[in-house]
């Protein structure tokens, strides 16, 4: 099952184009899945991922959102904002971790895995790697964070931006891709105006 993979960089092996009842033999194993009927477990698993998915991305609560993502496995903590339309990893979920008082914009889309084609595993590595979104941070509207980032406490990725780097604590991060635009400065804990 999904639960028992360690959520820790892992190698997979690059995308190669399989028929649909192979690719999901292939893909129960990379997942975790054993044992009898490990491949209908698998395909069940995604199917309802997949319709969790879909119904936290247009629902207007955003109660229910963070309910929903939890139910796929993402690590939610306390008083989180996820804005509509947000795709949370569709395959590796369970590698997102979103911690207390995160802030979320819509529109925006979190990978923790990459697997390019077999063509490409010269170029890019395949693999998956735990996002980590740390207290109070800030993701605005139309960002991309990529698999293995981890966005420091109280940090803010200015909307449109593509994060493919770490972003340090209380660190103000923009543009494609992103790049440190200011440090803020703390009194008591907080942002200094």
Same mark, same amino acid.
């Given at each position: 099952?999904?639960?028992?993979?360690?959520?820790?960089?892992?190698?997979?092996?690059?995308? %190669?184009?399989?028929?649909?009842? !192979?690719? +999901?033999? &292939?893909?129960?194993?990379?997942?975790?899945?054993?044992? $009898? #009927? *490990?491949?209908?477990?698998?395909?069940?698993?995604?199917?309802?991922?997949?319709?969790?998915?879909?119904?936290?991305?247009?629902?207007?609560?955003?109660?229910?959102?963070?309910?929903?993502?939890?139910?796929?496995?993402?690590?939610?903590?306390?008083?989180?904002?996820?804005?509509?339309?947000?795709?949370?990893?569709?395959?590796?979920?369970?590698?997102? %971790?979103?911690?207390?008082?995160? !802030?979320? +914009?819509? &529109?925006?889309?979190?990978?923790?895995?990459?697997?390019? $084609? #077999? *063509?490409?595993?010269?170029?890019?590595?395949?693999?998956?790697?735990?996002?980590?979104?740390?207290?109070?941070?800030?993701?605005?509207?139309?960002?991309?964070?990529?698999?293995?980032?981890?966005?420091?406490?109280?940090?803010?990725?200015?909307?449109?931006?593509?994060?493919?780097?770490?972003?340090?604590?209380?660190?103000?991060?923009?543009?494609?891709?992103?790049?440190?635009?200011?440090?803020?400065?703390?009194?008591?804990?907080?942002?200094?105006?």
């Amino acid at each position: 099952m999904k639960d028992k993979i360690p959520i820790e960089k892992t190698s997979l092996s690059h995308h %190669i184009a399989r028929p649909f009842f !192979s690719a +999901a033999k &292939y893909s129960a194993k990379e997942h975790g899945y054993s044992g $009898l #009927l *490990y491949r209908d477990r698998y395909l069940s698993r995604l199917f309802f991922d997949y319709i969790l998915q879909k119904i936290a991305k247009s629902i207007p609560i955003n109660k229910v959102r963070i309910e929903l993502h939890r139910m796929r496995g993402v690590k939610i903590g306390n008083n989180v904002m996820i804005g509509p339309e947000v795709v949370i990893d569709d395959l590796f979920p369970n590698f997102v %971790i979103i911690e207390d008082g995160v !802030s979320i +914009a819509g &529109y925006n889309i979190i990978f923790a895995h990459n697997k390019p $084609l #077999l *063509y490409h595993k010269t170029i890019s590595e395949s693999f998956v790697a735990p996002v980590k979104i740390k207290k109070n941070a800030w993701i605005a509207i139309g960002s991309i964070i990529l698999p293995g980032i981890t966005i420091g406490e109280g940090s803010i990725v200015a909307a449109g931006a593509v994060v493919t780097r770490d972003v340090s604590p209380h660190t103000m991060v923009g543009g494609v891709p992103a790049r440190v635009i200011k440090k803020m400065e703390l009194s008591n804990q907080k942002p200094k105006t």
